[in-house]
Every structure is written in structure tokens, then in C-alpha cells.
């Protein structure tokens, strides 16, 4: 059937306790209204019900369906698709984790060569000075951030023995702050004065959210960029805050912040890091201090034993800690771009050529076009 309006299949989220979504209905509703069709699958584990989007006139569709929907639909999504071998026919949007080699990449491709499907990569969304046009971040470092805070808090009122309960998502910021402020006053009272933060790479978009969860719980925090880390690590420095909150981008020549050695010293006031950044198999990694991610259910790693412990949080989803507020934002960031999508702007042509220069890589090129040539993004 060919159709006029450009159809957005979102899909149910199929990783364990995932609760955001790439379109929540506000957002749906946009597009609804800017002459787009919706179909959402059903999903229990959605911060927002399928009432909400049945509500603004989304359609919907069950549980996985998206292998039946129509050819010419965008498959929007988050997080990986459940791993399978049959072909991808269609126009996937989600983040894949294909394109620095990550575990099981080629096959990804490979399906998507397969089934003449095209992949639009989340994460290699950008714009044309190769500022990516929609990400988490923010919301990473907001929640990295109060995980940390909550973490050294629990700790001076429990005690250093007492493990760190399982972390559940919060319906709303409101909620989170309210249970940090009472917890930090407890903590205050018995560790004789307010922790002392450091958030670096304070500059950035994981570094403005951590530095707004700190305002908004009444706090300060001393913040650090390129400037105050170009001399090069580690930093005792480091060592004489409560808490540091590690938010910066890797790259190549980033130097070590912590390391063991530094770590093990016995004179030290810092208790707690969250590495929001959360690498630790990168060779880039500031913080070779650890080397396994943390969980929602285990939110820390205790790095130093002994009288005075040093706990770590690695965890690689942060912002599903507030899964309503980090989707809202991430899905008002890429809603300009999902409606460029009747014109087909070069953030989707950029992601498209990304697609096929991935896929060369592994020896393969797109079925009924020669390597240099691009399908049209624009439906008939
Ligand atoms: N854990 C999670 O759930 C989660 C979620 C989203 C993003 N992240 C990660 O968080 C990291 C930061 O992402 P972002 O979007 O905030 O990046 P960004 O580019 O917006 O900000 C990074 C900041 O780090 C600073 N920086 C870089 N190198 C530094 C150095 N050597 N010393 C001091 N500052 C330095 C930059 O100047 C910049 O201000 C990325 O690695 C990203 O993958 C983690």
C-alpha cells in the first residue's frame, strides 16, 4: 500500500527494567498533529501508559509486532533489539552499540544487509559540526549525581557496613529530590557538616546535570573542565572531597584522575565516586581504579576496603532513574529531527551514509545500491 503520511513505529523496550522510551505521547502528539501516523506497541515496563498515547490517537499494536509492520514504517527505539538472526527489512531508529565494535556488531549489520533494512544509529545522530542532536546525558549526570549523594548519605547514617539497597526508579525529579533532602539532613547531623562535591568535566552535558542536582538539594559543588585537568594526573586534590562525580568524554590523551596507588592512601576524605562516564574497559578510562560496571540492583563496587571503605558507581543506564523526565527531554531533543524526516535533512543522510560505511567495513553493501548510492528517505 503506499502511503502519504510518514509512519513511526514505536517498539516495545525489551531489556530487563527498561522504562524509557525514545516517544513519549506528548511527543507523539506532535507528530500526530503534523500529519504523522503513530502506531505503539503495548508495554508494561513504559514509564508512560498505553492509555496516554491511545489518549492523543496514537494506534496500537502488540507486543513486538514491529517484525509485521508495513515496509515503509521507521522502527523507533531505544536499546538493542532482542538478538535473533532473521533479516531486518526496515528503517530502524534506536542505539544499536554496532559501531565501536561492540559484542556480537557484525551480526547486527549483517541482519540488517540481509533484510535490505537501514540502520539510523541514535548515537551518530549529528548535527554538522558532529555535536550529536539528541542525548541522555543531562539526565546521566542529574542521576549519577544523586545516586552519589544518596550513597555517601546512607552510609553516615547506616554506617560503612551496611550495603547500599536496590535503587527503583523515581516517577518524578520532585520525589527523588524531596527523599535526598531528608536523607542528606539525617547524614549531616551525624557526620558534623555537608559533603563536599567534585564534578568534573562540569562543563558538558552530564556535568550540567550533576551540577543541577546539587543546587537543587541545597548543596555546592566545585566543578572541573580541560583547564583544570590539562596539567595532567592524578590529582591528590582529589582525595580531600566526600564525593566525585565523574561525568567527562573520553578521548585519546585523557589522563588518569585516581589510581591505586592514590586510592589506597590512607589519608582521605573521599568516600565515594560515581563514574558517570562508566568506561572501565576503555583504554581512555580516567578512573583505572575499577573494572566491571555496577547494576541497579548493586549499585556499588567497594574499590578500597578497610576503616575507611571507597564505594564506586558504574552503572551504564543512569538515567532510567528518572525514566518520565529523561525520556521527555531526550524526545524534545529529536523531535525536530523526526520531523524532518518527510524532508530527509542531512542528519538522517549523514546517519544513513554512517550505515553504509559501517557495513563496508565488514564487506558488505546495501542490496539495489552501489556502494556510493543512498536510498531516498522520503516515502511515496
Ligand atoms: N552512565 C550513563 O548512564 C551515561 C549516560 C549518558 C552518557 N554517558 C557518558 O557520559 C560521558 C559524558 O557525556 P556528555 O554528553 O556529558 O559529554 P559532553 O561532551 O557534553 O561533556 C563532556 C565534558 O567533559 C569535559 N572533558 C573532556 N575531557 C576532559 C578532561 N580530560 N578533563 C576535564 N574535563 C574534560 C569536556 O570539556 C566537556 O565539558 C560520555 O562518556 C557518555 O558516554 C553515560
Known amino acids: 500500500m503506499t502511503q502519504n503520511k510518514i509512519h513511526i513505529w514505536l517498539r516495545a523496550e525489551t531489556k530487563l527494567n527498561e522504562q524509557r522510551t525514545a516517544l513519549p505521547p506528548q511527543t507523539a ?16 515496563n513504559r514509564a508512560f ?18 517484525r509485521q509492520a508495513p515496509k515503509e514504517a521507521f522502527i523507533l527505539g531505544l536499546k538493542e533489539l532482542p538478538e535473533e538472526e532473521t533479516p531486518l527489512t526496515h528503517r530502524h531508529i534506536y542505539f544499536a552499540h554496532a559501531y565501536k565494535e561492540q559484542s556480537g556488531w557484525q551480526e547486527v549489520l549483517a541482519r540488517f544487509v540481509k533484510g535490505d533494512g537501514t540502520l539510523y544509529d541514535l548515537e551518530f545522530l ?34 560503612s557496613e551496611e550495603q547500599f539497597p536496590k535503587m527503583t526508579p523515581f516517577s518524578k525529579q520532585e520525589q527523588l529530590i524531596f527523599h535526598l533532602k531528608d536523607r542528606l539532613e539525617s547524614a549531616e547531623k551525624k557526620f558534623g557538616r555537608k559533603p563536599r562535591v567534585l564534578i568534573i568535566g562540569s562543563k558538558g552535558r552530564c556535568g550540567k546535570g550533576a551540577m543541577e542536582v546539587i543546587e537543587k538539594v541545597g548543596l555546592q559543588a566545585t566543578g572541573w573542565d580541560l583547564a583544570e585537568t590539562e596539567k595532567g594526573g592524578p590529582f591528590e586534590e582529589i582525595l580531600d572531597f566526600d564525593i566525585f562525580v565523574n561525568c567527562v568524554y573520553l578521548k585519546d590523551g585523557t589522563p588518569p584522575f585516581l589510581t591505586h596507588d592514590l586510592t589506597a592512601s590512607i589519608v582521605r576524605n573521599l568516600q565515594v565516586i560515581c563514574d558517570v562516564s562508566c568506561d572501565p574497559n576503555s583504554p ?19 574499590i578500597v576496603n578497610g576503616n575507611n571503605p571507597l564505594d564506586l558507581i558504574a552503572i551504564d543506564h543512569l538515567p532510567s532513574l528518572l525514566p518520565r523526565e529523561s525520556s521527555e527531554d531526550f524526545a524534545e531533543q529529536l523531535l525536530p529531527h523526526l520531523l524532518d524526516l518527510k524532508t530527509g535533512s542531512s542528519v538522517w543522510k549523514r546517519a544513513e551514509d554512517l550505515f553504509i560505511e559501517k557495513i563496508k567495513t565488514i564487506g558488505l553493501s546495501k542490496k539495489g545500491s552501489s556502494s556510493e548510492e543512498t536510498q531516498p528517505l522520503e516515502h511515496s
Do not use: M
Open 29 to 44: 502528539q506532535t507528530l500526530i498533529n503534523a500529519g504523522f501516523e503513530v502506531t505503539v506497541e503495548s508495554s508494561k
Open 284 to 302: 581512555h578510562n580516567p578512573l583505572p581504579i575499577y573494572n566491571r560496571i555496577t547494576t541497579f540492583d548493586e549499585p556499588t563496587l567497594r
Open 126 to 159: 549529528t548535527d554538522e559540526t558532529g555535536r550529536r542532536v539528541a542525548a541522555f546525558g543531562h539526565w546521566a549526570g542529574f542521576a549519577g549525581c544523586a545516586t552519589a549523594l544518596d550513597v555517601w548519605a546512607y552510609r553516615q547514617i547506616h554506617g
Open 49 to 66: 501508559d498505553d492509555a496516554e498515547y491511545q489518549k492523543v490517537g496514537c494506534k496500537n499494536a502488540s507486543f513486538g509486532s514491529w
